[in-house]
């Protein structure tokens, strides 16, 4: 694969995740958020891809650093909204503001669950959406975001 030049994303896990590792290894895995993230500052190094991470179990939080990516520092964005998935306009309007390539991951397939996981009101303002491929689908996010950037 190409390596990209100058190229930054942020990744943004919402709430619980920070708890990855304990937090229902047989649906979420046994790796925590620390471990991930290394794994995607890594992925992202080989590939000249920038990777800024965030955490936050605050839905304001959340919404404030989505802000911060209309300010054209990012290439892209990576967003695991976790719960607030299925309940928060808030974290949708503020995506659906950004012009840049949002990929929405979801560690566990949210479609295989409990019907309320089913709905996601984020997946309409996104480019597009990973679920079910666990820690795999922030890899296959950073590399759509390259090619997305790369190819326009
Ligand atoms: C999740 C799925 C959501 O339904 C859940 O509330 C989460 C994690 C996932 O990564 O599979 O916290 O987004």
Redesign the pocket.
């Known amino acids: 694969m190409a390596v990209e030049t100058g190229v930054k994303v942020l990744v943004i896990h919402?709430?619980?995740?920070d708890m990855l590792g304990k937090?229902e290894p047989e649906?979420?895995g046994r790796e925590t958020l620390a471990d991930i993230d290394g794994e995607l500052r890594e992925f992202g190094q080989s590939r000249g891809i920038e990777v800024e991470t965030f955490q936050s179990n605050s839905e304001s939080a959340i919404v404030e650093k989505i802000h911060d990516a209309l300010l054209g520092e990012y290439s892209g964005v990576v967003i695991?909204?976790?719960?607030?998935?299925?309940t928060s306009v808030a974290i949708r309007d503020a995506l659906a503001m950004l012009e840049l390539p949002v990929v929405e991951?979801?560690?566990?397939?949210?479609y295989k669950?409990?019907p309320?996981?089913h709905k996601s009101l984020t997946s309409g303002v996104v480019t597009g959406q990973i679920?079910?491929l666990g820690k795999n689908?922030y890899i296959l996010a950073l590399q759509a975001i390259g090619m997305l950037v790369s190819n326009g």
């Open positions: 919402g709430p619980n995740l937090r649906v979420y695991n909204p976790a719960a607030y998935t299925h991951v979801h560690l566990s397939n949210i669950r409990e309320f996981r679920s079910g689908g």
